[in-house]
């Protein structure tokens, strides 16, 4: 018997980021979200 997958509710990435999400990140998070702000894959809104 093939086991049922659950119906999951995928969330979209996060493409905008706000100056106070930043600042709760861990030190590798933040420099990999920074570094896409940079490439312009995500947006900072103030």
Same mark, same amino acid.
């Given at each position: 018997?093939?086991? &049922? @997958? &659950? =119906?999951? %509710? %995928?969330?979209?990435? +996060?493409? /905008?980021?706000?100056? /106070?999400?930043?600042? #709760?990140? $861990? #030190? *590798? +998070?933040?420099? @990999? %979200? %920074? =570094? &896409?702000?940079? $490439? @312009? *894959? /995500?947006?900072?809104? &103030?």
């Amino acid at each position: 018997m093939a086991a &049922k @997958k &659950k =119906n999951a %509710v %995928v969330m979209p990435r +996060k493409l /905008y980021w706000h100056l /106070y999400s930043l600042q #709760g990140l $861990t #030190g *590798e +998070k933040f420099i @990999k %979200v %920074v =570094n &896409k702000i940079l $490439t @312009k *894959e /995500y947006q900072l809104i &103030k």
